[in-house]
């Protein structure tokens, strides 16, 4: 059934009785041509564009929990495009475009909101590298703005402009960055995928991955053995896990991030805002609460729960970028697992099994990501070469020595 | 997590007093090791969804290395011990 105001409409008039559940719940075949491992916004948006774009549609997405139940509804629901490395851009950029047309494309209401993202700078060496990145978003065709403090004033009236450690000098704005609601885009592209013929498979847990002669021939799961042509694993914080299942070792460590939520209040945050000085983002959602988080917990972890240190440290950021949150109270908190890679920049490549593909490593810019992640990844599994814009999201990169390392932090993920 | 650590040296100290490095298991290979067994130690990890082994630094306390045994799943810590004597073989 294809969504419009009519239908919504006429529904209404007969008691909303009309409507048919979003996707099937189908029973896996013994075979498809492609099983993608991991049903969440990834997993979810390649079968969808492997479906749409590239047409192979006896593709199995494989979900252990429930669809949604994992980063894709476990994130502040930013998406921009302000990257700075030639590797990185194209590829945001790309998924920023995706996102733009995102609705009328899976005729899903994903509430896609172009709102502005602007990043505050506290210095001058800040804003050296601030206007470094933006002019790097402009040669790449991005849009960036370079905000001086009465612009951010204007704009922003009540974050502290005047700390006597970290006064606010400006911002680096993208106006075409914004929010999005994020359950939406799971079932968005689920409905999307699963109307062109794709099995969602839910509460399926992969348990092994079978192979014979160097090549993958299926997965063993809790719902029994299902073969499959090519294996495609997206499955962001147990990566490691799956990974380990074909006898591949990641660079990739797995942490926990906490996302928070207010109380509903007035409107009074028209953008997302995120702190130079620690780290702090945070937007208002369209029902009133504030979304906003910081960074990871630092320690390797597959729990979806953080710990109190974080929370605390997360509002001490907060206050200090808008003093009056100190009023404010938190509503929800909650903990997604990050698969952390070795250069805070992911992997969408081939590996060195034949028919196995791989797509982790997103840090915390998953969710960002998710269209173009899953159109790239679905144009390497149906052509077995990397789409134009993510030809260096490779794996072998770290031994080759070309990291994409936005932030020069290393190896050391907890930092990323 | 346990809020408090029990650091053999310190007795039972606020977890925030702690920096947390990282993997315990790596070793670091000799300086003309070959490139693939420094690639390995600097990029590849374990990750292990279970027992986990990592180095904390009392930063605020002793500033001792510890070895730091806990779990990933439940988050409870197993075992606090010295990384120096740990390595010796002697009582952490």
């Given amino acids: 059934m294809r969504y419009s105001a009519l239908s919504v409409f006429l529904n209404g008039l007969r008691g909303n009785k009309g409507w048919a559940p979003a996707w099937r719940q189908p029973q896996p075949k013994p075979h498809y041509d492609v099983i993608i491992v991991g049903g969440g916004g990834h997993g979810l948006s390649t079968a969808y564009y492997l479906a749409k774009t590239f047409g192979i549609t006896n593709v199995a997405v494989l979900e252990k929990g429930y669809l949604g139940s994992g980063n894709i509804g476990r994130n502040t629901t930013i998406i921009r495009s302000n990257y700075l490395l030639p590797g990185n851009n194209p590829f945001y950029e790309l998924s920023m475009k995706l996102w733009e047309g995102l609705e009328q494309d899976f005729n899903f209401n994903a509430m896609v909101s172009q709102r502005g993202v602007l990043n505050l700078f506290h210095s001058d060496a800040q804003r050296d590298a601030y206007t470094r990145r933006g002019n790097a978003m402009r040669l790449h065709g991005v849009d960036a703005e370079l905000l001086d403090r009465k612009a951010v004033q204007a704009k922003l009236p009540f974050l502290d402009y005047d700390n006597a450690r970290f006064p606010i000098m400006g911002g680096l704005l993208q106006p075409r960055g914004g929010t999005v609601r994020h359950d939406a885009v799971a079932w968005g592209y689920a409905r999307g995928a699963d109307s062109r013929g794709v099995d969602i498979i839910t509460h399926c847990e992969v348990t092994g991955i079978r192979r014979e002669n160097g090549r993958v021939v299926g997965v063993e799961t809790t719902k029994g053995f299902i073969g499959c042509g090519k294996l495609a694993l997206a499955a962001a914080g147990n990566s490691t896990v799956v990974a380990d299942m074909a006898g591949l070792r990641l660079p990739i460590e797995s942490h926990v991030l906490q996302a928070f939520v207010s109380e509903g209040l007035k409107p009074f945050i028209d953008c997302v805002v995120t702190f130079g000085a620690g780290h702090f983002y945070v937007s208002q959602s369209d029902k009133g609460g504030l979304v906003f988080g910081g960074d990871i917990d630092g320690y390797n972890s597959y729990a979806q729960r953080g710990n109190l240190a974080t929370v605390e440290h997360v509002a001490e950021a907060g206050v200090a970028m808008i003093p009056s949150l100190t009023r404010v109270r938190y509503l929800r908190t909650w903990g997604g697992i990050m698969d952390m890679s070795m250069d805070g920049s992911p992997i969408i490549d081939r590996t060195p099994i034949d028919n196995l593909y791989l797509n982790a490593g997103w840090c915390y810019g998953g969710f960002k990501a998710t269209p173009a992640s899953g159109y790239c990844y679905a144009h390497l599994i149906a052509r077995n070469e990397p789409h134009e814009t993510a030809t260096q999201m490779r794996l072998d990169r770290f031994a080759r020595g070309y990291q994409m390392d936005e932030k020069g932090v290393g190896a050391q993920p907890n930092l990323h | ?92």
């Fill in chain 2, 1 to 92: 997590m346990a809020s408090l650590i029990t650091c053999p040296h310190c007795g039972q100290r606020p977890k925030e007093e702690f920096t947390i490095k990282g993997d315990a298991g790596l070793t670091r290979p000799a300086p003309d090791a070959d490139a693939d067994v420094w690639y390995d130690y600097v990029y590849l990890r374990d990750n292990p969804k279970g027992l986990h082994k990592e180095y904390w630094h009392h930063s605020s306390g002793c500033r001792r290395w510890l070895i730091v045994e806990r779990d990933t799943v439940t988050h409870k810590v197993h075992s606090v011990a010295d990384a120096a004597l740990a390595e010796l073989g002697g009582a952490a």
